[in-house]
Nanobody, 123 residues
Framework: QVQLVESGGGLVQAGGSLRLSCAASGLTFSSYAVGWFRQAPGKERDVVGVISRRGFNTYYGDSVKGRFTISRDNAKNTVDLQMNNLQPEDTAVYYC????????????????WGQGTQVTVSS
């Protein structure tokens, strides 16, 4: 059974930082591109950042470029999202997801999804 379990969400003040982590099990992690997505209340789900199987390629949504960094550790089956200079508009539920193809992941055609972790940024 494939599981993606997110952790690290919480409440932070504007300008602060958080680091999200996603632990994967039940799949050959290095065979999957993985990424982070977010959905705020009343809004569509957006791509935050995705990373290819070996970590050579990354892609970020325009709103987080320069502030967020995605990384993965294939030995530990984890993918992290370092979020700096957080702003109230970053408030959302953040989801980890995996897909066999990097381009499918970028278009949110994911094979597996986590349950999500709430990130709230106060002004």
């Amino acid at each position: 059974q494939v599981q993606l379990v997110e952790s690290g969400g919480g409440l932070v003040q504007a300008g602060g930082s958080l680091r999200l982590s996603c632990a994967a099990s039940g799949l050959t992690f290095s065979s999957y591109a993985v990424g982070w997505f977010r959905q705020a209340p009343g809004k569509e789900r957006d791509v935050v950042g995705v990373i290819s199987r070996r970590g050579f390629n990354t892609y970020y949504g325009d709103s987080v470029k320069g502030r967020f960094t995605i990384s993965r550790d294939n030995a530990k089956n984890t993918v992290d999202l370092q979020m700096n200079n957080l702003q109230p508009e970053d408030t959302a539920v953040y989801y980890c997801a995996a897909a066999t193809e990097y381009l499918r992941l970028r278009s949110q055609q994911c094979d597996y999804w986590g349950q999500g972790t709430q990130v709230t940024v106060s002004s």
